[in-house]
């Protein structure tokens, strides 16, 4: 049973995005690995930005700054 984990910033991702991603990621293992789509579990988590960082900030950060 494959589990796919996607970590996304929660910066307002629509319910239709978020199934279009489980969707997209299902189809991708099928695909590629003959994996069964009944048994795939995926899994969205939306982190916030304040616990996200990258070059040693946080997204918070980065976004008030234009990056």
Known sequence: ???????????GV????????????????QEVLGKNPQTTVVVIEEVDTDNWGIGGETITVRRKRGQ
Not at 1 to 11: C, G
Not at 17 to 26: E, H, P, S, V, Y
Request: charged share 20%; hydrophobic share 50%; net charge positive.
């Open 1 to 11: 049973m494959p589990y796919v984990n996607i970590k996304i910033t929660n910066e």
């Open 14 to 29: 629509t319910a239709a995005k978020k199934a279009a991603l489980i969707k997209g990621a299902t189809e991708l293992l």
